[in-house]
């Protein structure tokens, strides 16, 4: 089952546990979430979350998104929902 997510509370619902998220991981998971299938590069991703020029942005993407995983995936380093794409971005795979 996908992660749902609550817009009041910034919380995500996954595997039967509710987590909080911060502001950050929050945008960046309903980004990818509203773009499911579609690889986004880090500068994508930081452009449309932090509204600004993506300088060098790579490695706060990847650790957000660790985080997101730590709270999402049933096992983080084998992520089912949020794959990377080396050197492409990210994409967001829905439960089938």
Same mark, same amino acid.
């Given at each position: 089952?996908?992660?749902?997510?609550?817009?009041?509370?910034?919380?995500?619902?996954?595997?039967?546990?509710?987590?909080?998220?911060?502001? +950050?991981?929050?945008? #960046?998971?309903?980004?990818?979430?509203?773009?499911?299938?579609?690889?986004?590069?880090?500068?994508? #991703?930081?452009?449309?979350?932090?509204?600004?020029?993506?300088?060098?942005?790579?490695?706060? +993407?990847?650790?957000?998104?660790?985080? +997101? *995983?730590?709270? +999402?995936?049933?096992?983080?380093?084998?992520?089912?929902? #949020?794959?990377?794409?080396?050197?492409?971005?990210? *994409?967001?795979?829905?439960?089938?």
């Amino acid at each position: 089952m996908n992660p749902l997510l609550n817009k009041e509370t910034r919380t995500v619902e996954s595997n039967g546990k509710s987590s909080h998220l911060t502001p +950050i991981e929050f945008d #960046i998971l309903s980004y990818l979430m509203e773009n499911p299938n579609e690889v986004k590069s880090a500068e994508e #991703i930081y452009e449309n979350v932090w509204n600004d020029n993506p300088y060098d942005c790579h490695l706060v +993407i990847s650790v957000h998104v660790r985080h +997101i *995983r730590e709270k +999402i995936e049933v096992n983080p380093s084998r992520p089912q929902f #949020i794959r990377v794409l080396r050197g492409k971005g990210y *994409r967001f795979n829905p439960a089938e």
